[in-house]
Every structure is written in structure tokens, then in C-alpha cells.
């Protein structure tokens, strides 16, 4: 593996992430449990959009093929995406979103505030404008698990059944693929295993102070950086490539 | 009207650049003073409208009577002499 298929394949892969979680919060425009709310969980989704707008791009750049953002979001297979299976999981109820997006911020704002120091410019750059945002996703979220963990019995419980089905996806977050090590090795990506304790702190002080109790369950599910997904990737592809397979080229 | 369920009502005032004023920029419903800052953040300043944001609780605001207008508000008519228009504007003021 050369260095520019490892930083593509490394680009692709926070792209993707930042692309399929945007689907999913986008899929509670209209739905949200109130009117801010709605719109707080479309903005973030927003800012997903733009930060793998910028990743994607930057990929097809790298790649030197004249592939573009919208090429590479809406025109690969299933098998050519490579997001973390987290990302993918269903919005579920509104519990459920809060908690998956707790543990995807917390890994996102140690991933970003190492990326910010990337050798490769670009990333630096990007990195530098995801952390703001990574930030308000990160408070955004924990502020809400406060709510749901110390509110009533039942949010409680529904926050508490989010965190234990969403657990067994988390571990897939620290994984290092060829790519990876090689993009670490070039001070260009960032250490993921070095961010798991870290990380596993920060997750069990804010649940700990939502009364949630943290899952002992130690089996992680992965694959998705690889290429394998569960079957609600297919779904989503389906919703989201469809206008794009339909009408080739079609623009705003 | 319906009763309002959506948790309690918030005023929200943005500024726009350091050292300006505070203006009223509408409401938002939250359950506790970091809800409705981040509301207020998400519904009100996505444009790039502010750079600081006060909430209020709405139940805090104490409103002037319609039926008070005339006794509050009439006797100001006619003293042309409060408004600061006799005045030359010093050269490079903006904020007056």
C-alpha cells in the first residue's frame, strides 16, 4: 500500500462516517420530539454533511482519478463504504439517537483534536473546523443524556437500553487497519487505540452522572472499515443514492 | 389558543458584534437554562447572526398594559426637545 491509497482509503473512511451519520439525523427532519429539537438534530446533521463534503473531496484529490465528493457519496457499492457500523444503526427513538451520538462525539472529539495536528495540511484543516462543531455535538448530546438518564423512570430506561445495545458497536471506533498505521506512522492519522481509555473515561463520567450503568458486555461487532455492514446499510443507500442512480448527473 | 405543553418559554436576545446591544430575537421552549442557550443557538444565530445570547425565562418579563398605552406613552409626544437632533454627530461616531 502506497501512502496516497492509504491517506485516500483513511479519507474515505472519516468521510463515510461523517456521510452515514448525517443520514440518520437527517432522518428526524419533521420528527424531532419538539420544534428546537428538531432543528438541533438537523443542524448537526448539517455539519456532518459539510465535513464529508470536505473529506470526500479531498479524497477524490487525492485519488487523482476525477472523482468528486457527490461521485464518491452517491456512486459506490455497499461494499465500498467504510464507515463504522455505529454509524449506521437506525435512529431509533430519540434515546437511542442521544446515546449513539454520545459515543460517536466523544470518540470524534479526541479523533479531531489529534487530526488537528496532522502532518497533511488539508486534514489539519478540516480537523480545525470539525472540532468547533464536534464540541457542540459533544455538550448537545451529554446535556441530553442528563435529561433522559435523571429524568423519569421510563427515559431512564430507554436511555439505559440505548447504551446496551449500542455498546457491542463502540469497540469497532479503536480499531487500526493497515491504513491506519501507516497514515500514524506518516504523522498524518492518529493513534485510535490510544484514545479508548480516554475515551471509555469521559463516556463513563457522564453516564455515571445520568444513572446509567455501564455495559460489563465485552463482545464488539466490526467490519464496517472493512467494507462488511450490517443490513441497514443497504436500506440506506437505497434512500440515499436513489435520486443520484436515477438521474446520473442530475444537479440542484 | 391551545395550552402550550412544549416545556417552558424562553425569550431570546442575540448580539450581534462585541459591545452592541441586545436584541430580541423571539423565543424558544426549553426545560433548563443550557437547553434553551443551545436552542436559542441552533434556532437563532445559524446564519451567523451573533456572537453572545441572553435567555430569559418569559414568565420573568413584566409587560406594560395595552389599556396604559395612552398614560405611559402620549405624554412624550409633543417634546420634540429629547430627541438628540440639535446635535452635531461627532466625526467617526458610529454607535450613538
Known sequence: MTKQEALYQYLLQ??????????????????????????????????????????????GEVEGKGQSADQLAYRRPEHQYYNNLIAEMPKGDFAFTIAKQLLISTYELLLYTELCHSKDETLAGIAGKAIKEVRYHWTH?????????????????LLQQAVNDLWMYTGEQFEMGAEEELMLKEVIGCDNKALQNKWLEMVETVLSDSNIKIPTATYNQSGGRKGIHTENMGHILSEMQYLQRAYPEAIW | MSTDTQLDLWEVF?????????THAGSVHASDNQMALQNARDIYTRRNEGTSIWVVPAKYVSASNAEDAGMFFDPSNDKMYRHPTFYVMPEGAKQI
Open chain 1, 14 to 59: 472519516l468521510g463515510d462516517n461523517a456521510l452515514i451519520q448525517s443520514h440518520r439525523l437527517s432522518e428526524w427532519c419533521s420528527k424531532g420530539p419538539i420544534l428546537e429539537e428538531d432543528l438541533a438534530l438537523t443542524n448537526i446533521a448539517l455539519d456532518y454533511i459539510g465535513r464529508a463534503q470536505n473529506l470526500l473531496h479531498y479524497a
Open chain 1, 141 to 157: 448530546s451529554r446535556d441530553w443524556c442528563y435529561r433522559l438518564g435523571k429524568g423519569t423512570v421510563l427515559s431512564n430506561e
Open chain 2, 14 to 22: 442575540i448580539q450581534s458584534r462585541p459591545g452592541s446591544h441586545y
